[in-house]
């Protein structure tokens, strides 16, 4: 109750965005021309954008904005006639002290005109409502402006899903939401009488029987690239109920023609995974022989890999080593997950899988990983090394010779690291003939380390034999290598 007299209090005093007139007498004409340049551009522009990062001149419009326009003036510009010229007012307020930005965002949640944007080399539309939440959001757009706090944020996502609105920051409110029952009324509505997709989720969250045909009979009519189905899966997956499987097993009898693939398979694969029981494996072993397509069969796996990260269980083991084994599909995950179960067996596979590392497919669906020190592939031959040390200097010999430009910097850095002299040779080979600049700046670096002055004499030989050390940006760094090591 306290959450809706919250909803009814606001909207009883809100402006809505389209009841604020825009009061030309209250911009200067210093500050008009400014904003005249930014409607003529007319597109929203970061401070670095293409693939040089240069800085366009409407993002220097908007600096002279922020600089010459009063608060005052921003705050009636965010009620411009123009989207861009509300959204850089926003923006420049953003910057400035005492501003309640919260107000503003409140009073422009039906502001759903689309503006052109540029940030780097993404180029996309946007509604100018949507923006204003991003620049106001903790951790978005711009760190330096002002943010919301927690408590604002949890009434506007409150005010997202009450309100009507076309923001896409209403999806993103709904999928955060909490599945209270004093919610659950609103959520139902939404998928009933609005379709909503991000609704249909939470709703699912709930694990109500009586949504049960709500979820069932759910299609997105208006996706014409695909069947349709990719939120109903999704729900599912949140509420593996056994009468939802007979459709998904029908469903999934739709995918094995050979003739196409779909991106809504990877909620299909989630869907069915969730019910981590021995029927769902049944279903998921299906694509593994009845696929006959090559490439659509590589498309099914990776989604059955990809469901099968998230949704771990006993019965799914046997699928986990299948695709190890026989289709060179590994995670981090998984990986730390099979080792628990089964070290023995790991460890073969991880020998077999780093004699031919160039087929092996990794794959980390999470980005919790990303600021570790060391990659699956540095893992597992460290293993290989701490278990079988010969057998790990031999593929560290054999992979610096067939490593593709992905996985040469491993063999060279591990080269680097133990400096065995059986190393030399094959990293000596590697810089009298390779045409990849970032293949042999890596051997160089590798030999460099060792610090032996024969192996600095072979290096300058190799120079001699391979053109390619000589020439282009590679002959350049190659040479800054040697001058920076003092080899002559």
Same mark, same amino acid.
């Given at each position: 109750m306290?959450?809706?007299?919250?909803?009814?209090?606001f909207?009883?005093?809100?402006?809505?965005?389209?009841?604020?007139?825009?009061?030309?007498?209250?911009?200067?004409?210093?500050?008009?021309?400014?904003?005249?340049?930014?409607?003529?551009?007319?597109?929203?522009?970061?401070?670095?954008v293409?693939?040089?990062?240069?800085?366009?001149k409407?993002?220097?419009?908007?600096?002279?904005?922020?600089?010459?326009?009063?608060?005052e003036?921003?705050?009636?510009?965010?009620?411009?006639?123009?989207?861009?010229?509300?959204?850089?007012?926003?923006?420049?307020?953003?910057?400035?002290?005492?501003?309640?930005?919260?107000?503003i965002?409140?009073?422009?949640?039906?502001?759903?005109?689309?503006?052109?944007?540029?940030f780097?080399?993404?180029?996309?539309?946007?509604?100018?409502?949507?923006?204003?939440?991003?620049?106001a959001t903790?951790?978005?757009?711009?760190?330096?402006?002002?943010?919301?706090?927690?408590?604002?944020?949890?009434?506007?996502?409150?005010l997202?899903?009450?309100?009507?609105?076309?923001?896409?920051?209403?999806?993103?409110?709904?999928?955060?939401?909490?599945?209270?029952?004093?919610?659950?009324?609103?959520?139902?509505?939404?998928?009933?009488?609005?379709?909503?997709?991000?609704?249909?989720?939470?709703?699912?969250?709930?694990?109500?029987?009586?949504?049960?045909?709500?979820?069932?009979n759910?299609?997105?009519?208006?996706?014409?690239d695909?069947?349709?189905?990719?939120?109903?899966?999704?729900?599912?997956?949140?509420?593996?109920?056994?009468?939802?499987?007979?459709?998904?097993?029908?469903q999934?009898?739709?995918?094995?023609?050979?003739?196409?693939?779909s991106?809504?398979?990877?909620?299909?694969?989630?869907a069915?995974?969730?019910?981590?029981?021995?029927?769902?494996?049944?279903?998921?072993?299906?694509?593994?022989?009845?696929?006959?397509?090559k490439?659509?069969?590589?498309?099914?796996?990776?989604m059955?890999?990809?469901?099968?990260?998230e949704?771990?269980?006993?019965?799914?083991?046997?699928?986990?080593?299948?695709?190890w084994?026989?289709?060179?599909?590994?995670?981090?995950?998984?990986?730390?997950?099979?080792?628990?179960?089964?070290?023995?067996r790991?460890?073969e596979?991880?020998?077999?899988?780093m004699?031919?590392?160039?087929?092996?497919?990794?794959?980390?669906?999470?980005?919790?990983?990303?600021?570790?020190?060391?990659s699956?592939?540095e893992?597992?031959?460290d293993?290989?090394?701490? #278990? +079988?040390?010969? %057998?790990?200097?031999? /593929? @560290?010999?054999?992979?610096? &010779?067939?490593? =593709?430009? !992905?996985?040469?910097?491993?063999?060279?850095?591990k080269?680097?690291?133990? #400096? +065995?002299?059986? %190393?030399?040779?094959? /990293? @000596?080979?590697?810089?009298? &003939?390779?045409? =990849?600049? !970032?293949?042999?700046?890596?051997?160089?670096k590798?030999?460099?380390?060792?610090?032996?002055?024969?192996?600095?004499?072979q290096?300058?030989?190799?120079?001699?034999?391979?053109? =390619?050390?000589?020439?282009?940006?590679?002959?350049?760094?190659?040479?800054?290598?040697?001058?920076?090591?003092?080899?002559?």
């Amino acid at each position: 109750m306290k959450q809706i007299a919250l909803i009814l209090s606001f909207l009883l005093s809100l402006n809505l965005f389209g009841q604020s007139k825009f009061d030309q007498n209250k911009i200067s004409s210093k500050t008009d021309k400014i904003v005249q340049k930014i409607a003529n551009v007319n597109e929203l522009m970061g401070s670095a954008v293409s693939i040089g990062g240069t800085r366009p001149k409407q993002y220097d419009n908007f600096v002279e904005l922020e600089k010459k326009a009063s608060k005052e003036e921003l705050f009636e510009l965010t009620n411009h006639p123009n989207g861009v010229v509300r959204s850089y007012s926003f923006w420049a307020l953003s910057h400035k002290k005492n501003i309640d930005l919260f107000q503003i965002i409140k009073n422009h949640l039906n502001d759903d005109e689309l503006v052109s944007t540029m940030f780097g080399c993404i180029v996309s539309r946007e509604k100018v409502g949507d923006f204003f939440i991003s620049v106001a959001t903790p951790e978005y757009i711009d760190l330096d402006s002002d943010k919301m706090d927690s408590k604002e944020m949890k009434e506007l996502d409150s005010l997202l899903i009450f309100q009507p609105n076309n923001l896409s920051a209403r999806f993103d409110a709904i999928n955060r939401a909490e599945p209270t029952e004093s919610l659950y009324p609103k959520i139902r509505e939404l998928v009933i009488n609005e379709k909503n997709q991000s609704a249909l989720v939470t709703l699912a969250k709930y694990q109500k029987e009586q949504d049960i045909d709500i979820i069932k009979n759910f299609r997105d009519e208006t996706d014409k690239d695909e069947g349709g189905y990719f939120f109903t899966y999704k729900a599912i997956s949140y509420f593996p109920n056994p009468k939802f499987f007979p459709f998904l097993k029908s469903q999934l009898q739709k995918t094995l023609d050979n003739t196409h693939f779909s991106n809504e398979w990877t909620q299909l694969y989630r869907a069915i995974a969730s019910y981590k029981n021995e029927e769902a494996k049944n279903q998921l072993l299906i694509p593994f022989t009845q696929v006959e397509h090559k490439h659509i069969r590589k498309y099914h796996l990776n989604m059955i890999f990809s469901a099968l990260n998230e949704f771990q269980c006993e019965n799914y083991e046997e699928i986990l080593w299948k695709l190890w084994d026989e289709e060179n599909k590994i995670s981090p995950k998984v990986f730390e997950y099979l080792s628990g179960l089964n070290s023995s067996r790991v460890f073969e596979l991880t020998k077999k899988s780093m004699q031919n590392p160039n087929e092996l497919d990794i794959a980390n669906f999470s980005f919790d990983n990303l600021e570790e020190t060391k990659s699956l592939n540095e893992q597992m031959l460290d293993l290989i090394i701490d #278990k +079988d040390r010969d %057998f790990g200097f031999q /593929l @560290i010999r054999e992979n610096i &010779t067939k490593s =593709n430009v !992905h996985n040469f910097p491993l063999y060279a850095k591990k080269a680097s690291e133990f #400096k +065995d002299k059986s %190393f030399v040779k094959p /990293l @000596i080979e590697i810089l009298e &003939t390779e045409w =990849n600049a !970032h293949i042999y700046l890596s051997a160089t670096k590798a030999l460099i380390s060792y610090n032996n002055q024969d192996i600095n004499n072979q290096i300058l030989s190799a120079r001699t034999k391979n053109e =390619n050390l000589r020439k282009d940006w590679g002959g350049k760094a190659f040479d800054q290598l040697l001058a920076e090591n003092g080899i002559k």
